[in-house]
């Protein structure tokens, strides 16, 4: 990898960058956890990545020594820019969210002795697991690739804590596996 340097101007096509700038992550990790990664930028003072995340992948829980800097873009016009502070644990699988259990009408009615409160509660909770449904079809049919623009500082260390790997892997500089 050469080291970039600050006082020269540069422009990249990341899918033309020669092998030892880009790869996968995740390959070696169970479940999907698949990204494409390329450096962008590599100096002593920053180091700029690129990811490419396919729908249906996800990264892995991790933090940085010194914070980073990131930039998604979930569509062409919708940026979302992160700082994530030093140590800061962030990314992964989304959380598993357990089933609401909803109480029936007659489990509601004994715990408000109210019958006719016990039917508007129910139907509440009724509309609020339809929401939930129609939010998750949603977010479904709208997955497309995110691409995501991450900037370190020195150190440039990353430390993985994550479940899918079988113990805490720390990194210097790029993130290679």
Do not use: C
């Amino acid at each position: 990898m050469t080291q970039q340097h600050n006082d020269v101007g540069f422009s990249k096509n990341p899918y033309l960058l020669p092998a030892d700038e880009q790869g996968w992550r995740g390959l070696s990790v169970p479940g999907h956890r698949k990204r494409k990664w390329y450096t962008l930028l590599q100096n002593d003072k920053v180091l700029v990545t690129g990811l490419l995340l396919i729908p249906g992948e996800a990264s892995v829980q991790h933090s940085h020594e010194t914070g980073e800097l990131s930039i998604a873009y979930n569509d062409a016009l919708r940026p979302v820019v992160t700082w994530h502070p030093g140590g800061e644990v962030h990314a992964g699988a989304p959380a598993v969210r357990p089933p609401i259990k909803t109480p029936s009408l007659d489990e509601l009615g004994a715990m408000t002795g109210n019958s006719a409160l016990a039917a508007l509660v129910e139907g509440l909770l009724d509309e609020q697991v339809a929401l939930r449904t129609q939010l998750e079809e949603m977010r479904r049919r709208d997955l497309s690739p995110r691409v995501i623009i991450d900037i370190l500082f020195p150190p440039f260390k990353t430390t993985i804590i994550d479940d899918a790997y079988p113990s805490q892997v720390v990194i210097t500089g790029q993130w290679y596996d």
